[in-house]
């Protein structure tokens, strides 16, 4: 008997899913190839037409326009010519637009400086039908080729014999199993009954003639069909059957008897277990309770540090400001380090000058750096400090943020003209309690060119009469929450910023 191939209807839905995406592909792309060449047609055509009819449109002479339109409206793709004057008055329409529309190209025609009037040309729009109509052979083609396909599916996917008998075995298998488990179920559920409700019958007789022939009738049924035909004409193998049946359920009975006595003991060990364990319970609770918060020290001490870095008024004297590359395709990595050791260098060295400059400032006048930072695969870090209690360390963070992103822009778009390896950056200013959220933060939601602030209600507060910020869109976590973007200073700080900026590029200048 030959089987058909698995699924074969299935695959002939794909295969049809296919032929149409390719024929609407093909329509789609031919339409595009047409409509181009149509336009720059047209374009030429409105062209010529104008040239040929600058002295009559200047005339306004009607009769010689019409016989020009009429030469171009002989074209295939040409529905309407219209003529105007210079007034916008019709001069001569020709075609049948109304009756079929499409895309329409129009042009002033000048003479010198002066406007002479205009032209405007209507070309018919492609028909899909046209276009199946003139690729038939590619379609055809491909209909054949999606046919031909499922025919050599369906050969070669075709079950082999091998295949056929491996399934038939493992269908016997199947069914052999669910026979025998459906055997013990009925045989479990017998031995169930005959134990929790005895007749004084089978107490007599010691249950042990009616269970085995039941148990092992029901077997030998489902095993082998033609056993009981043979017993009927074989009374000793009835015999010698029963006898077996006998020896059997005795030993099934014994061993039930032990079962029975092992789960009276472990019911009485159950019941001193479970005493024994509800006590050390009773114990335990009153150990958790007697605790002052009911909890141990090292958790209450971790729930105290996670408080005390979320709290809003946290104390700060120093603020870190991280600067990282937006590189997006790991493109560092895999620069040569003949190119990438001394791009780094360039970032580096623009940061420390940048740090040197904006500290001379007089608003930031006791702010100092307490490190020399410099530039690695994973970006720089820079640390500042409040020398006293007046200093604004925190704005003196964002602005230096906002400096070295300023400065990297004109490096990067400098670097992309030059056709040079260059990558954008992005900055975080954060207190030294939220270093690692911060590092977190400019992973999961810092985006080129933008600076995060993570600041208790201190920092914001020196920031707020020079910056403005907005919250992150849709945040997740308590940290995207409490995270502020910068969005931009007032004009004091811009021009102080642009002066700094400036201020270094002639020290880099000078250098070179």
């Known amino acids: 008997m030959t089987y058909l191939a698995p699924r074969q209807g299935l695959f002939a839905i794909i295969l049809l899913v296919s032929f149409c995406l390719q024929t609407l592909l093909l329509v789609i ?36 326009l019409s016989v020009i339109a009429n030469r171009y409206t002989s ?75 499922w025919l050599i599916y369906s050969y ?71 056993a009981d035909a043979s017993a009927l004409h074989n009374p000793l193998s009835n015999t010698r059957k029963l006898d077996i049946h006998s020896a059997v359920n005795q030993y099934v009975r014994t061993q039930q008897n032990q079962d029975t006595a092992l789960n009276d003991n472990d019911t009485a060990n159950g019941t001193d277990t479970a005493a024994s364990n509800t006590t050390e319970s009773h114990a335990i609770n009153h150990a958790v309770d007697s605790s002052p918060n009911g909890t141990n020290g090292v958790d209450s001490s971790n729930q105290s ?26 493109m560092l990595e895999r620069l040569a380090p003949s190119q990438r050791l001394p791009y780094l260098a360039l970032c580096t060295q623009l940061l420390n000058q940048a740090v040197t400059e904006l500290l001379k400032q007089p608003l930031l006048l006791g702010v100092s750096a307490l490190n020399e930072p410099y530039f690695d695969e994973s970006g720089a870090y820079v640390m500042l400090k409040a020398d006293n209690s007046h200093a604004k360390v925190a704005l003196a963070g964002v602005m230096l943020g906002k400096l070295y992103l300023m400065l990297n822009k004109i490096i990067h778009d400098k670097h992309i003209e030059l056709s040079r390896f260059a990558l954008p950056a992005k900055a975080g200013v954060s207190d030294n309690a939220q270093v690692e959220a911060m590092s977190q933060l400019l992973e999961s939601v810092g985006k080129k060119e933008q600076m995060l ?38 004009d004091a700080m811009i021009q102080r910023l642009a002066d700094v900026r400036n201020a270094v590029l002639m020290i880099e200048e000078a250098a070179e």
């Open 29 to 64: 792309s031919t339409d595009q190839q047409l409509s181009n060449s149509r336009a720059q047609k047209g374009e030429q055509m409105v062209a010529q037409l104008i040239d040929e009819a600058r002295l009559s449109l200047e005339n306004k002479d009607r009769v010689s």
């Open 75 to 149: 074209e295939q793709d040409v529905t309407r010519i219209l003529i105007k004057d210079n007034n916008g008055d019709i001069l001569v329409p020709v075609g049948n637009a109304p009756m079929q529309q499409g895309d329409t190209i129009s042009q002033i025609a000048t003479k010198g400086d002066a406007v002479i009037g205009s032209v405007a040309l209507t070309l018919k729009d492609i028909s899909k039908g046209e276009i199946i109509a003139m690729q038939w052979p590619f379609v055809i083609g491909t209909m054949l080729l999606h046919l031909l396909l």
């Open 156 to 226: 070669i996917a075709r079950p082999t014999r091998e295949q056929i008998n491996a399934i038939s075995r493992d269908v016997q298998d199947l069914h052999r199993e669910q026979y025998k488990q459906f055997d013990q179920r009925g045989y479990d559920r017998e031995l169930e009954r005959r134990q929790s409700a005895p007749t004084a019958a089978e107490k007599e007789t010691g249950e042990s003639d009616g269970l085995g022939y039941d148990v092992d009738s029901l077997l030998d049924s489902q095993l082998n069909p033609q």
């Open 305 to 330: 540090h996670n408080a005390s870095r979320l709290s809003a008024t946290r104390p700060f004297d120093s603020i870190s400001v991280q600067i990282v590359f937006h590189d997006e395709f790991n």
């Open 453 to 490: 602030i993570l600041l208790p209600n201190g920092g914001l507060k020196q920031i707020s009469n020079h910056v403005q910020v907005q919250s992150v869109m849709r945040p997740t976590t308590v940290y995207e929450r409490e995270c502020a973007v910068f969005d931009g200073g007032n």
